[in-house]
């Protein structure tokens, strides 16, 4: 199952964690000097959900975006 949402197509965005050290100049330091970068991803909050498609019951994987703002018709 891919790691996207089923309605807008939301999915992961690619990023970086950077670690840096030292004292910033604003509170007397010599500045921040970055040490490290990593990868990562920032994953959409997916929710598996019993929701009416095309008038049958399926259960699709919808952000809560999506949920919060009602583009999905949940099954009673």
Do not use: D, H, W
Not at 29 to 44: A, D, E, H, S, Y
Not at 47 to 55: D, E, Q, S
């Amino acid at each position: 199952m891919s790691k996207q949402c089923e309605i807008c197509g939301k999915k992961p965005v690619a990023g970086r964690t950077i670690v840096r050290r030292g004292l910033a100049k604003k509170k007397g330091g010599v500045g921040q000097k970055i040490t490290g970068i990593n990868p990562r991803r920032f994953l959409p909050n997916l929710k598996t959900v019993r929701a009416l498609v095309n008038g049958s019951s399926k259960r699709i994987r919808v952000c809560v975006k999506c949920l919060k703002a009602g583009k999905v018709v949940k099954v009673v």
